[in-house]
T-cell receptor
Framework: AQTVTQSQPEMSVQEAETVTLSCTYDTSESDYYLFWYKQPPSRQMILVIRQEAYKQQNATENRFSVNFQKAAKSFSLKISDSQLGDAAMYFCAYRSRRNEKLTFGTGTRLTIIP | EAQVTQNPRYLITVTGKKLTVTCSQN?????MSWYRQDPGLGLRQIYY???????DKGDVPEGYKVSRKEKRNFPLILESPSPNQTSLYFCASMQRGGGLSAGELFFGEGSRLTVL
């Protein structure tokens, strides 16, 4: 069974600075998807970024980028130029291509310091 | 507008009183799923459905039932709720297979359930 580990329950960053959230996962599969979801205080789950395992290039979405290290099974999220609206809980998730099951990490609560 | 709609958004009930949380999606997705979110545990899958009349247990199915009679609807049923089912519940749907949005889960807004 796949597992997803987020070892940082809480993090904080100064506004306009850069922060990196860690995520590691365990799988025996070679083809899968990885995601970062954001959950602001409104509780809505919002997709931040997606990475397909067979693509070597790291995904980027505006100020959000990932560092995907397939051999190390690591999938960190970098937020550049942090803004107050980035304050949220961030979940890393793994989706198997084989059985389409999505497994979430326990989340990292990000605080932005003005 | 593409969306997943779940109701009720908030509910306080008592132990043993059957309740149903409805979920409906308008994106013609085959895959639907229910999650519960608890502090420190992230989101855990309760049940999922690959298609109409096809449902399967997730990681924490005890105390829950689901049905998938129509493609768009996937209700979650608590036959006899207990206090340990107090949680935040999310319904989600997803396009199966490949494609631009492949693998992306579309979530409802969540249902906060309290069982006294």
């Amino acid at each position: 069974a796949q597992t997803v580990t987020q070892s940082q329950p809480e993090m904080s960053v100064q506004e306009a600075e850069t922060v990196t959230l860690s995520c590691t996962y365990d799988t025996s599969e070679s083809d899968y998807y990885l995601f970062w979801y954001k959950q602001p205080p409104s509780r809505q789950m919002i997709l931040v970024i997606r990475q397909e395992a067979y693509k070597q290039q790291n995904a980027t979405e505006n100020r959000f980028s990932v560092n995907f290290q397939k051999a190390a099974k690591s999938f960190s999220l970098k937020i550049s130029d942090s803004q107050l609206g980035d304050a949220a809980m961030y979940f890393c998730a793994y989706r198997s291509r084989r059985n389409e099951k999505l497994t979430f990490g326990t989340g990292t609560r990000l605080t932005i310091i003005p | 507008e593409a969306q997943v709609t779940q109701n009720p958004r908030y509910l306080i009930t008592v132990t043993g009183k059957k309740l149903t949380v409805t979920c409906s999606q308008n994106m013609n997705h085959e895959y639907m799923s229910w999650y519960r979110q608890d502090p420190g545990l992230g989101l855990r899958q309760i049940y999922y459905s690959m298609n109409v009349e096809v449902t399967d247990k997730g990681d924490v199915p005890e105390g829950y039932k689901v049905s998938r009679k129509e493609k768009r609807n996937f209700p979650l049923i608590l036959e006899s709720p207990s206090p340990n089912q107090t949680s935040l519940y999310f319904c989600a749907s997803m396009q199966r297979g490949g494609g631009l949005s492949a693998g992306e889960l579309f979530f409802g807004e969540g249902s906060r359930l309290t069982v006294l």
